[in-house]
């Protein structure tokens, strides 16, 4: 998302691109945009650099902005040794997620999450989901925070595997469930994909589709 406005016209925020300059000095691979918050009644604005992602939510009242990762240092690390022959292949990359922040903008208040991947507010505003991959993959999950309580109260767990990896969360549109695909990941792919639903009136989860349980010609589809 590029820009995106409270309902009331009351808050603005918008992607800033990096100058000419910037790109050039660190390359176009390394360069990444930042974000503008402008508060429109005072003209007040907060900028952060380097961020991936950003929303609001539908009552206008919070902001989520997920950091971009840290580019490696210009010619820091050797590329890592390929497999010998007939080895089996290693398990991909551990990249962790980066620091997702929470701002009330009514309050100002900020709540720091970190190595989160993806996220997504519901649609009536009550709860942020969010997926996790921690630095050795052990505590990875996805949570749901909600934002009447969200610098107090510890989140919901929907699932949560060492090695899972996950994606698609997707809430209906009245924000009463959340859909969630997600896969353990114990080699260079990801095995088959489950499918977990989460109920915000019981704040309970199930696994609807077990990993590869789905129908014959079926199947679901997974990053």
Avoid: C
């Amino acid at each position: 998302m590029r820009t995106a406005a409270t309902r009331d016209g009351r808050v603005v925020v918008m992607a800033v691109q990096p100058s000419f300059a910037e790109t050039e000095n660190a390359g176009a691979d390394r360069a990444k945009p930042g974000m503008a918050v402008l508060d429109t009644a005072s003209g007040h604005v907060i900028t952060v650099e380097r961020v991936e992602r950003f929303a609001l939510s539908e009552d206008g009242r919070w902001l989520a902005y997920l950091m971009a990762a840290e580019p490696a240092p210009k010619g820091g690390s050797k590329p890592a040794a390929k497999p010998a022959a007939g080895a089996s292949p290693e398990r991909a990359e551990k990249k962790p997620g980066t620091t997702l922040t929470l701002r009330n903008l009514v309050s100002g208040t900020e709540v720091a999450l970190p190595f989160v991947t993806t996220f997504a507010f519901d649609p009536s505003s009550k709860f942020l989901a969010y997926a996790v991959a921690d630095g050795d993959w052990t505590g990875n999950g996805v949570f749901v925070r909600s934002l009447a309580e969200a610098e107090a109260a510890e989140p919901s767990v929907v699932t949560q595997a060492a090695n899972g990896r996950y994606d698609s969360l997707a809430w209906t549109g009245d924000g009463v469930r959340l859909a969630v695909v997600g896969a353990v990941q114990e080699g260079a792919e990801p095995g088959p994909a489950s499918l977990w639903i989460w109920d915000s009136r019981s704040r309970a989860a199930r696994e609807a589709v077990a990993a590869g349980g789905a129908i014959e010609g079926w199947h679901l589809p997974f990053k």
